[in-house]
């Protein structure tokens, strides 16, 4: 059964940087895309970013620039480094796993608890 481990979030200044790690473990057999999500107090859901089997990535136009997600496979790690941090990018970040097949679902199929972001101004 996939696992996943999400840490890094902090409180941070406007301005800011923070870097967040997903530690994965049990998808042996099974590829995976994955992604950061975040969920602001009375807001949905909404992802941030995702990064496919072939390491090809995408953002929500709100991080474009200023977010980068990264995988590193040998370390079973998922990574979330974020610059230029904003009031508006406090928000529990949770990351996800999206069980490749043949094409990266909407929906990842399982969540880290989330790790905390809160960025003061």
């Known amino acids: 059964q996939v696992q996943l481990t999400d840490s890094g979030g902090d409180s941070v200044q406007t301005g800011g940087s923070l870097r967040l790690s997903c530690g994965v473990s049990?998808?042996?057999?099974?590829?995976?895309?994955m992604a950061w999500f975040r969920q602001a107090p009375g807001k949905e859901r909404e992802e941030v970013a995702r990064i496919d089997i072939s390491d090809k990535t995408t953002y929500a136009a709100s991080v474009q620039g200023r977010f980068t997600i990264s995988r590193a496979n040998a370390e079973n790690a998922l990574y979330l480094q974020m610059n230029d941090l904003k009031p508006e990018d406090t928000a529990v970040y949770y990351c996800?796993?999206?069980?490749?097949?043949?094409?990266?679902?909407?929906?990842?199929?399982?969540w880290g608890k989330g790790t905390q972001v809160t960025v003061s101004s």
């Open positions: 049990g998808y042996i057999g099974r590829r995976f895309c």
């Open positions: 996800a796993a999206l069980e490749y097949l043949g094409y990266c679902p909407r929906t990842p199929d399982v």
